[in-house]
């Protein structure tokens, strides 16, 4: 079975502070993708990234960076030098087909005040 | 691309009462998704569509909860004999069939109140 953690709930940073968001995830199968994913105040979830689990490659892009560690069913999200634009809930989650059928973790919420 | 769809926003109803919510996805997306998100929780997966075929059904999509896609097109979601259980937002998504499918199109979602 499936299971995304996000021990998290919420966080919350001042501007211009790093913000890290941890997600363990839980799978029998070794073709897997992981993905993050943004829910701001107007509630709509907004794609940030997907991984396929034979891809452990770090990705960066612009203020926000990922981590994925196999060893560790880890897939950490860094944003750097946070703003308040930032404000929302992230979401991590797990498929195992590719396609839509997503398990998601409950969300860490991230609060950036000025 | 429009974007995916849902209508209503915001849906007040009394326990008991039948309700239907509707989903347009993005044109020329094959696949529809229906996702349930409770307050403080990550959406959880109800069922989903290729084209007009319903392939997979959720355990939480209880006999009151029927989804149709009539002719591939948009999709809706009806709930018979609401509980306060059924409280949430439901969520659309939509993805394309081939290229371009390793993102998921979510639209803003209805808000469903059982009072």
């Known amino acids: ?114 | 691309d429009t974007g995916v769809s849902q209508d209503p926003r915001h849906k007040i109803t009394k326990r008991g009462q039948n309700v239907t919510f509707r989903c347009d996805p993005i044109s020329e997306h094959n696949r529809l998704y229906w996702y349930r998100q409770t307050l403080g929780q990550g959406p959880e997966f109800l069922t989903y569509f290729q084209n007009e075929a319903q392939l997979e059904k959720s355990r939480l999509l209880s006999d009151r909860f029927s989804a149709e896609r009539p002719k591939g097109s948009f999709s809706t979601l009806e709930i018979q004999r609401t509980e306060q259980g059924d409280s949430a937002m439901y969520l659309c998504a939509s993805i394309p069939g081939a290229s371009g499918r390793e993102k998921l199109f979510f639209g803003s979602g209805t808000q469903l109140s059982v009072l």
């Not at chain 1, 919420?10 to 994913?37: A, N, P, Q």
């Not at chain 1, 860094?78 to 998601?104: H, P």
């Open chain 1, 1 to 114: 079975a499936q299971k995304v953690t996000q021990a998290q709930t919420e966080i919350s940073v001042v501007e211009k502070e790093d913000v890290t968001l941890d997600c363990v995830y839980e799978t029998r199968d070794t073709t897997y993708y992981l993905f993050w994913y943004k829910q701001p105040p107007s509630g709509e979830l907004v794609f940030l990234i997907r991984r396929n689990s034979f891809d452990e490659q770090n990705e960066i892009s612009g203020r926000y960076s990922w981590n994925f560690q196999k060893s560790t069913s880890s897939f950490n999200f860094t944003i750097t030098a946070s703003q308040v634009v930032d404000s929302a809930v992230y979401f991590c989650a797990l498929s195992e087909d590719s396609w839509g059928k997503l398990q998601f973790g409950a969300g860490t919420q991230v609060v950036v005040t000025p």
